[in-house]
């Protein structure tokens, strides 16, 4: 896998995959929708546009979901509609090498989740659907490397909180730019906020999702956002959730709140976000809920090069420390002892050379008391500090770990030491906090120095740290990952100019990270 891309790719990639597909291919697939039976649906059924997920060497998820009218529970009949579905070698669908029917359900909210199987290791691969005589647009994606291959790169997006009230999405028309083999969002990929006069945009709706419609129309107002659809079709994305796919710093079955949210109501509203979660997400049957739980823990393998681990922060975390002590407590879990134990497991035994960990919060300590003593972030690995330690010693016998991390809505680069009460403990690992899509909007750069600046000698391990907006971008080879930092200038208008803010270095063997 590369992220080389050649003039000519560059150009198909932003003028447009949905344009470009449908029509160079309209009048080789269309004649037979034109003959189909039944009542025609509405037009715009592809509203949404297409993506795909979770690659592996011989395999990928295709995804797409009828929708003619999105922010109003979809508009489709409450009927299975068959979708016809194509997989090519080329963007032109001259070679096909599958394809077949897949049944739209409305139980499902008409989304379609296609596990295509027997395809070549490491190569890119182009789709698309069909229904009642109306094509979708034209996606691309890419299965993993074979599973014995030692050597080749891997380009790797980080992304997280995109908050469409806080901005548009333009960091993703970069990484359109930078052409990532595979793109990992690790949560917040909806906001539940109420409606807001003074966001740049405006939520659907009138106040936060609690039922499956209003889950999905939050899901499909964010879905028609063009750069996240345009990415979305030209490369595969590995998501997990964090806790705004629900409500705010839940944990479990605890609400933020649980003096307005009973018990059952908010087992009710994860049941809904959940199940509205699976339904607009590139991610196989195995993740499809079982009331309120959901199965997102997995271990994608990228060849011998690299093993990425997409861990579940939420659903079996322990409720939220409130004090130093608190924190400190030894029974307070983070992932709960089965997911622990598969981590570890997967870690010990694991024969990449680099072992990824795609996490939803912050691994690395957050001091944000100035002086002496200690005030920790407890909603992120600080607020678990037992289980977290435990991690961190384990990773002294780890083959080159490196944690990808979000929520913080800034980069927070760090190394990984083996015990923060020592300042002299080894480091272990290293840790790339993405900043977010969008969510802050863009900051007052001033204030967020004067803020945090004044924090960094009660955090040596920090290596970089800014709240400009984007996204980070990862080039990973056996003999180091070399890492970006990519930027806009604004979120608040739909276009903006990116750059690289920073460039760093992990190199193989050597625990940490450097500034380049």
């Known amino acids: 896998m590369t992220g080389a891309v050649s003039s000519d790719r560059r150009r198909f990639l932003t003028a447009g995959a949905a344009v470009l597909g449908a029509a160079a291919s309209a009048q080789l697939w269309l004649p037979a929708a034109a003959r189909a039976a ?50 090519a070698e080329d963007p032109r669908f001259r070679k096909l090498v599958r394809q077949g029917t897949a049944q739209a359900r409305p139980e499902y909210g008409h989304s379609v989740h296609v596990d295509v199987r027997g395809l070549r290791a490491g190569r890119a691969y182009w789709y698309r659907f069909r229904t009642s005589g109306q094509l ?45 083999d595979v793109v990992v969002f690790v949560g917040d990929y909806i906001y539940e906020s109420t409606p807001s006069a003074t966001g740049v945009r405006r939520h659907e709706g009138t106040g936060e999702p609690f039922s499956l419609v209003q889950y999905r129309n939050r899901y499909a107002q964010y879905r028609t956002d063009p750069d996240l659809a345009a990415m979305h079709a030209n490369a595969p ?33 994860l049941t809904a976000a959940y199940q509205a979660f699976y339904e607009h997400m590139p991610v196989r049957a195995t993740a499809v809920p079982d009331g309120p739980h959901i199965r997102m823990y997995r271990r994608l393998e990228f060849g011998r090069l690299a ?24 029974s307070l879990t983070m992932l709960g002892a089965r997911q622990k134990r598969w981590l570890l497991n997967g870690l010990q035994d694991s024969p990449a050379r680099w072992n990824l960990i795609a996490s939803q919060i912050m691994m690395a300590e957050t001091d944000l008391q100035v002086g002496e003593g200690k005030l920790w972030f407890y909603d992120a690995w600080d607020g678990y500090q037992a289980e977290r330690n435990r991690f ?13 991390s979000g929520d913080r809505h800034l980069t927070m680069i760090s190394d990984l030491k083996e015990d923060y009460a020592d300042p002299d403990s080894d480091v272990v690992g290293a840790e790339f906090v993405g900043t977010s899509i969008s969510s802050n909007g863009d900051q007052d750069q001033a204030a967020f120095r004067k803020e945090w600046d004044p924090r960094r ?28 930092v990519r930027v806009v200038d604004t979120v608040r208008q739909p276009t903006a100019a990116p750059s690289t803010l920073a460039r760093l270095r992990v190199e193989a063997g050597r625990p940490g990270v450097e500034v380049v």
């Open 38 to 87: 039944g009542t025609p649906l509405p037009d715009g059924v592809f509203s949404l546009g297409v993506s795909s997920g979770d690659p592996l060497p011989d395999g990928v998820v295709l995804w797409t979901r009828l929708a003619p009218d999105p922010l109003n529970g979809g508009g489709m009949p409450d009927r299975p509609v068959p979708v016809e579905w194509q997989l």
């Open 136 to 180: 979708s647009p034209v996606g691309r994606t890419r299965t993993a490397p074979h599973p014995h291959s030692s050597g080749g790169s891997l380009r790797m997006a980080l992304a997280s909180c995109q908050n469409w009230q806080h901005g548009y999405f333009t960091p993703y028309a970069d990484m359109l730019d930078q052409d990532p």
């Open 237 to 269: 994305f590995v998501v997990t959730f964090d806790d705004h796919e629900v409500d705010n710093d839940f944990a479990g079955e605890i609400p933020q709140d649980p003096d307005k949210q009973p018990h059952d109501a908010f087992v009710a509203r």
């Open 307 to 330: 093993r990425l681990n997409v861990l579940d922060t939420r659903q079996y975390r322990s409720d939220q420390a409130t004090s130093q002590a608190g924190a400190q407590d030894p």
């Open 392 to 404: 961190l010693q384990e990773f002294r016998e780890v083959r080159n770990p490196v944690v990808l």
């Open 457 to 484: 000698p009660d955090n040596p391990h920090w290596k970089l740290l800014d709240a400009h907006r984007g996204y980070h971008l990862f080039d990973v080879r056996r003999d180091g990952i070399d890492a970006q």
